[in-house]
């Protein structure tokens, strides 16, 4: 079975996986999260210092806790696309120079493709055709995954992607960085009715707008300082969560009908988040598969699962590839 070597270091986590076929046999992330803390958010070339650091002892870690050698890996995975461009050439000097030493072809991974992959490691199953709703801090789409490594993008936001909207009105309501985590978890306390918020309709059915929805919490909790009155933020968050829950689900509901497709893959770091899981899952009608919690947000074994996929495929990377902070599907 083909065993993958993989390095991620698109944003904030530098993260090194092997996965054999769907089966995950070693995962280390670093997370930078501490040091971005006291900005606020990613500052880029500060991300870039922090995988140079810790690349090193991440890709030992990861040997180590696979019990594995290089004698056992067919090829070196690593995150090409997109992302921050000096997270990325870390992540790609690190991959570029193991294939050349230990003489192993490299496979450039899309980062999308990868939280699309992520999907696998809980459902070995899993074949397309099918649906999948990227949802993360840079990405918002509907994706038809028409084949391994064949998309078909049908909506996308307008704007603000989901994650990023969550920081940003994490960070009105006080609940510090990243934003996700810390709503879905304040959400489950409040009242999801307690105040009517715009679900941002745009006239592409499939794409979200979430700009109006994050300006409007925004002023809601501006009103309330004016005018010295307490406001619930778990009702607040509550109210947030509904609301970008019931926008993502109407789309996936419109698209599942559109494609004729049974299953929805629900991929990016927002799929950790538990009213989406709760929305989705229980609907009866169609299957929703979502990765294993530990990787939905960044990690290698996505992209090391993507690998296998398309070194199947005899997909292979020169290695000369470069690095690019933008690129579609
Ligand atoms: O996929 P990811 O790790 O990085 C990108 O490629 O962007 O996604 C990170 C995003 C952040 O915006 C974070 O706030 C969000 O995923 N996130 C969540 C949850 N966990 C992480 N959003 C909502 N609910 C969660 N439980
Ligand atoms: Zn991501």
Redesign the pocket.
């Known amino acids: 079975m083909t065993t993958i070597f993989a390095i991620e270091t698109?944003?904030d986590e530098s993260a090194a996986a092997i996965v054999r076929g769907r089966t995950v046999v070693a995962s280390i992330i670093a997370s930078q999260i501490d040091v971005h803390r006291l900005t606020g958010g990613v500052v880029p070339e500060v991300a870039s210092r922090e995988h140079l650091q810790a690349l090193g002892g991440v890709i030992a870690a990861c040997f180590a806790e696979g019990g594995l050698g290089w004698t056992d890996i067919d090829a070196v995975a690593f995150t090409c696309a997109p992302g921050l461009v000096g997270s990325l050439l870390m992540g790609s000097m690190a991959a570029k120079t193991l294939a050349l030493v230990h003489a192993r072809p490299l496979l450039g991974i899309h980062?999308l493709e990868g939280?699309i992959y992520s999907a696998f490691l809980s459902d070995p199953a899993l074949e397309p055709p099918f649906l999948c709703l990227l949802v993360?801090?840079?990405h918002t789409s509907l994706v038809a995954v028409e084949d391994h490594g064949c998309y078909r993008i049908l909506g996308r936001t307008r704007d603000d992607a989901v994650?990023?909207a969550?920081?940003k009105v994490a960070r009105v309501l006080g609940l510090g960085y990243?934003?996700?985590?810390a709503?879905?978890k304040l959400a489950q306390q409040g009242d999801p009715r307690a105040f009517a918020l715009p679900g941002g309709r745009v006239e592409s059915p499939f794409d979200t707008s979430f700009s109006g929805l994050k300006t409007a919490v925004l002023r809601l909790a501006e009103k309330h300082r004016l005018q010295s009155l307490p406001i619930d933020r778990a009702d607040l968050a509550a109210s947030f969560q509904r609301t970008v829950v019931e926008a993502l689900a109407e789309r996936v509901e419109l698209a599942l009908a559109y494609t004729g497709y049974d299953t929805v893959v629900v991929a990016?770091?927002?799929s950790?988040?538990?009213g989406l899981r709760e929305r989705l899952g229980q609907a009866g009608s169609y299957r929703a598969v979502f990765p294993p919690m530990r990787f939905?947000?960044?990690n290698a074994a996505m992209i090391a699962c993507a690998g296998v996929a398309r070194f199947a495929r005899g997909f292979r990377s020169s290695l000369d590839l470069p690095v690019q902070s933008r690129l579609s599907l």
Not at 178 to 181: K, M, S, Y
Request: charged share 20%.
């Open positions: 698109s944003c980062h939280h993360s801090g840079g994650g990023e969550y920081d990243p934003g996700g985590p709503i879905d990016g770091g927002v950790a988040n538990r939905c947000t960044d």
